[in-house]
Nanobody, 121 residues
Framework: QVQLVESGGGLVQAGGSLRLSCAAS????????MGWYRQAPGKQRESVATITSGGSTDYADSVKGRFTISRDNAKNTVCLQMNSLRPEDTAIYYC???????????????WGQGTQVTVSS
């Protein structure tokens, strides 16, 4: 089994910062891409930021210049530093990882339980 556990969500005023963390544990042979997704009320889930095992990153246009994704391959963790937060950033943020659980298992996406981020104005 593979588990992803997020932490760091909370309530912050506009212009403030939060740092989200996600740790993957369990049966892990390898992890390729890890990322953060979010879903706001009444909106579709969207990709916020992703990072490959080699360090290549991709950001949603709405967060470029404000958010930074990073990872520690040795610890199987991924973080999202969120600065200059805006009310429209309010959403449930989900950690995602493309995991191969073992040499005899196919790679597939795993998801965390989500953490609430609320930005007040």
């Amino acid at each position: 089994q593979v588990q992803l556990v997020e932490s760091g969500g909370g309530l912050v005023q506009a212009g403030g910062s939060l740092r989200l963390s996600c740790a993957a544990s369990g049966s892990i042979f390898s992890i390729n891409t890890m990322g953060w997704y979010r879903q706001a009320p009444g909106k579709q889930r969207e990709s916020v930021a992703t990072i490959t095992s080699g360090g290549s990153t991709d950001y949603a246009d709405s967060v470029k210049g404000r958010f930074t994704i990073s990872r520690d391959n040795a610890k199987n963790t991924v973080c999202l530093q969120m600065n200059s937060l805006r009310p429209e950033d309010t959403a449930i943020y989900y950690c995602n990882a493309d995991v191969k659980p073992g040499v005899l298992f196919r790679r597939r996406d795993y998801w965390g339980q989500g953490t609430q981020v609320t930005v007040s104005s």
